[in-house]
């Protein structure tokens, strides 16, 4: 870890990059997360047919998206496109509904952009590299979206946070299609993964006997 990762004690940092197998052409992502306490984790994915500067803004935006809202956040990414678009107000000609999602999960956060300088020798800024490079692989490979990693903050985790079961491929796959501030989570009634849209807080979906189950246990909370 980087000696600036370790300084903010109640600051989460972000190691954001993207990669593009020609540009356009199969791409990846991956941001490197530390939290507060130093623990890290990375998330990435890919996409088989996209540009370089999509997969910049979506390394941000996915790495932004796991994190509290109200947290504190460096962001931290070796793309000038991104960083000064965010911090001097660079002229938006395309990637609209990229920039719209990004700008929605910066304003739920306090982030600060920041520009580092590519293998430059940051350890983190090159792991984020690698494992964008590598997911770009994949998604060339299999010619599908992809997605890697489950957010390491819940409002409400359930009891397997790291797994969806049998939902796993298809949460992988629809990860990167969310919304700006949806997430995915698994139901606490019937197990399944569902999509939460902005400002969901709960744990069930709106299946019947699911909802039934939340209403059940809100009041015998209330009694």
């Known amino acids: 870890m980087s000696g600036g990762a370790a300084a903010g004690a109640q600051t989460y940092y972000v190691y954001a990059d993207g990669s593009c197998l020609g540009n356009p052409g199969p791409g990846g992502w991956a941001a490197v997360i530390v939290k507060p306490d130093g623990a890290s984790r990375t998330i990435y994915g890919g996409d088989p047919s996209t540009t370089n500067n999509r997969m910049e803004l979506t390394a941000a935006i996915e790495g932004l998206r796991v994190i509290p809202a109200g947290a504190r956040v460096v962001l931290r990414s070796d793309s000038q496109y991104l960083v000064k678009t965010m911090t001097l107000g660079w002229k938006r000609n395309m990637n609209s509904d990229l920039w719209l999602k990004l700008d929605h999960e ?17 350890p983190l800024n090159e792991q984020a590299d690698q494992q964008a490079r590598a ?8 010619g599908r979206l992809h997605y890697h990693g489950l957010p390491i903050v819940d409002e409400e985790p359930p009891a397997s946070a790291a797994e969806f079961g049998e939902d796993d491929a298809t949460v992988r796959e629809l990860r990167p299609l969310l919304g700006a501030g949806e997430s995915v989570r698994k139901c606490g009634g019937c197990g399944r993964a569902f999509v939460a849209a902005a400002g969901h807080s709960g744990r ?16 015998q909370r209330i009694k």
């Not at 069930?204 to 009041?219: D, E, I, N, T, V």
Request: charged share 30%; aromatic share 8%.
């Open 204 to 219: 069930y979906c709106q299946l019947a006997p699911c909802q039934l189950k939340a209403r059940r246990s809100a009041r």
């Open 106 to 122: 910066a304003g739920e956060r306090k982030v600060r952009f920041e520009w580092v300088e590519g293998h430059a020798g940051d």
């Open 135 to 142: 997911a770009a692989a994949i998604a060339g490979k299999t």
